[in-house]
């Protein structure tokens, strides 16, 4: 049984192994082909075969510097992704009694209470002073 164990990390050893793309790529292949099954294209099933193909290509793979570079990339966008949905659903929770505004120097969004007016607010980030219009 070591002597598999000792095989197994000797063939990953200088490659890339499993990260959260390689992960993703296969799950999304893993579903698709779940769907798939129950409609049997075959578009899906090359796109699927893809997928697999390209999640173990990254697992396989020897070059390091670029299978990083895109799995940084991969943690990037799912990270602006995750934030938009979780600001999305703050905004649509807190309508009645939150107002969200947007630094235009720095980008950064405020988190105001809502009140009825012209109101002046300083952005924690910056600095910048911030008119909050509140109409209703
Ligand atoms: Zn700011």
Redesign the pocket.
């Known amino acids: 049984m070591d002597k598999i164990k000792f095989a197994i990390t000797r063939f990953f050893y200088g490659r890339n192994g499993f990260d959260a793309l390689s992960y993703s790529l296969l799950g999304a292949a893993l579903v698709l082909n779940g769907i798939n099954s129950f409609f049997k294209s075959i578009i899906v099933y090359i796109i699927t075969a893809a997928l697999i193909y390209f999640g173990f290509f990254r697992v396989l793979s020897r070059n390091l510097v670029a299978r990083r570079r895109e799995n940084t990339v991969f943690l990037n966008f799912i990270r602006h992704v995750r934030n938009f949905v979780v600001l999305t659903y703050r905004r649509i929770a807190g309508f009645r009694t939150t107002i969200y505004v947007k630094?235009?120097?720095?980008?950064?969004v405020?988190r105001l209470p809502r009140r009825r007016g012209k109101h002046t607010s300083i952005?924690?980030?910056?600095?910048?002073r911030?008119v909050v219009r509140c109409i209703f």
């Open positions: 630094c235009h120097t720095c980008g950064a405020l952005c924690p980030g910056c600095g910048t911030v």
